[in-house]
């Protein structure tokens, strides 16, 4: 066995040991299994909030689309930032609803601001189609990582389902404590990883990040602009960026809604607004190696092996299956969160299995089912969803009127009028994808959010043209169902 291939599985096999420690007890209820009984201080909610920063596709596909796309792949630094000014505002009022109503999951969330089960479900179903090629990508990602550490091809599907095993016990052992644990040791990992890239990788190929600079400048000075027009040109970025700050912003991954439920007091998601940038602005260290690998690398080369071509080349034995397992982690620990994310939304919102051990059977029972399906979908057919992955971002973006719409001391929408948006742009989104291939300026996700919005409004107007105002008794609401105010 090389030395790559016993330090990447070894590092594999710690993450999931890792995970498995986090447990404290038998969870007695779903929220202790899912939110940690809302007891989570700063630094550990910090970790898993930043557990979607970095993903196995983030840390590898950035620097592939600086290597193919050059300095454009700078759209993904902004709007990190910019969400988290907003977040500093939107995640205390999200927690101080969901502490106040025992909100697990954001089909609760929906269900309980818009007084109306279906619309919780119909949200949870799409959350759960829309996870499910994220999640399967996270799994086809780790094995993608474990060949191209090795330069073996045969070592991939046995490294899957090794980690997906893995995955599946210390979320079942441990759940939300479980993520967190592994989520500790990732991002440190992490940031050893990116700075060894940032010092190893321009040293070792041009004598410093200055040279290539220079080298850039002289020899490929067309990837240090955006080109004006076309399918990815400066109005398609902008507009994607756009896009991902919205969906960011509001929160608009399931995933992301245990993180924030989890934790013990408004003032820890406020600190956490105000360091994640700093954390965020890391992801240009594989933007930088990936512009590396366009004066480094000589022929074609598949963009999501860049990183991990450069630092074969470049890295003893040792610390190349030290990247790889910071890679690896990036893989693990998203696809632990987006599974404890999405059996939630089954067992709560889809199948609404009231008692406590019921719940939480169906709850174990959805995670063996989901992360079963997507290795068998990485395994048997590895490109079947890869272009719902498109989708992904994008449809669950699809969220945030009704999310924001639903943050006021009452609803500025009815349940009908923000289901009717949902659907108009998912049903947009698809087209664009599949039925009509877009390939214009603008994002498919910002056009599709457009027709949301204004089906959304639409609606609403009829709505109150058809039936008024809440009438007295519609508005003379019990206390239990009074919508919060925002303190």
Known sequence: MSTVLAVSLGGILVIGLLGLLGRRGPAASLEEWSVGGRNFGALTTWFLQAGEIYTTF????????????????????????????????ISPIVWRIGRDRGHLTQGDFFTDRYRSPWLGGLTSVLGVLFLL????????????????????????TPAMVFASVLIVAFVLWSGIRGVARTAYFKDALMLVALLVLLLAVPAHFHGGLGNLGGELLD????????????????????TAMLTSLISVLFMTMPQTWPAVLSANSEQALRRNSIWMPVYGATQAIPMIVGLTAVTALSGAVDGNGVLLSLVSQALPDWLVGVVAVAAAATAMVPAAAIVL???????????????????????????????GLALALAVLRPGA????LLLTYSGLAQMAPATGCALGRRPLLRAPAAAAGIVAGEAVLIWLTFGDPYHGAVSAGLIALAANV??????????????????????????????????
Do not use: C
């Open 454 to 487: 204004v089906i959304a409004a639409l609606t609403e107007t009829a709505l109150r043209v058809v039936r008024g105002r809440p009438d007295a008794a519609e508005a003379s609401v019990t206390p239990a169902e009074e919508p919060l105010p925002v303190r």
């Open 58 to 89: 983030t840390f590898l596909g950035l620097a592939g689309l600086a290597y193919t796309s050059g300095v454009a792949v700078t759209y993904a630094l902004p709007y990190l930032p910019l969400a988290y000014v907003g977040l500093y505002v």
């Open 341 to 371: 994310g999405m059996s939630t939304l089954v067992t709560r919102n889809v199948l609404r299995v009231k008692q406590e051990r019921s719940g939480l059977w169906a709850n174990h029972a959805t995670v063996v089912v989901s992360v």
């Open 385 to 388: 969803l890869a272009d719902l």
């Open 219 to 238: 020899k490929h000075r067309d990837f240090l602009s955006v080109p004006a027009g076309g399918p990815h040109g400066a109005v398609w970025y902008f």
């Open 133 to 156: 090629p994220y999640l399967q990508l996270q799994i086809t990602g780790l094995g993608l990582v474990v060949e191209l550490a090795t330069g073996r091809d045969d070592i991939g």
